[in-house]
């Protein structure tokens, strides 16, 4: 299925991750075994999860984001909203923002959540 949906993607996981530029040439069960153990910051698993980019440059967009609306909220009245990195990274241009309330509880788990998941992948 990864073969068929990004060929291009695999090819170059591959390449990078284990150095194996032919994997046409490994036993169909090992290339198998292989892919299943790409990092999540593959480019093949984020085409099926629809990330555009790596759980790490997604929160250094969102933490750009934060220091430009701190830096935003303090300049004068009628200036422009700064432009969100994280939505561009995730697909959001022209679409208006849903605002989101979590508490400070909910944010701690979401963050060690992100993290967790960039350990794993790192």
């Excluded at 990092?39 to 984020?46: E, H």
Aim: glycine content about 6%; proline content about 3%; some cysteine.
């Amino acid at each position: 299925m990864m073969l068929r949906e990004d060929e291009d993607s695999l090819v170059c996981d591959f390449a990078e991750t284990y150095h194996i530029l032919d994997f046409r040439s490994l036993p169909a069960k090992l290339a198998a075994t292989l892919a299943a153990g790409l990092s999540d910051n593959s480019r093949i698993k984020r085409h099926f999860s629809g990330m555009a980019c790596t759980t790490e440059t997604l929160l250094l967009a969102l933490i750009a984001d934060v220091q430009n609306l701190s830096l935003w909220s303090k300049s004068k009245p009628g200036s422009p909203k700064p432009e969100s990195l994280a939505d561009k990274f995730l697909g959001n241009l022209g679409k208006e923002a849903d605002t989101v309330s979590v508490t400070a509880e909910e944010f701690d788990r979401i963050r060690q959540e992100l993290l967790k998941g960039g350990e794993q992948n790192g």
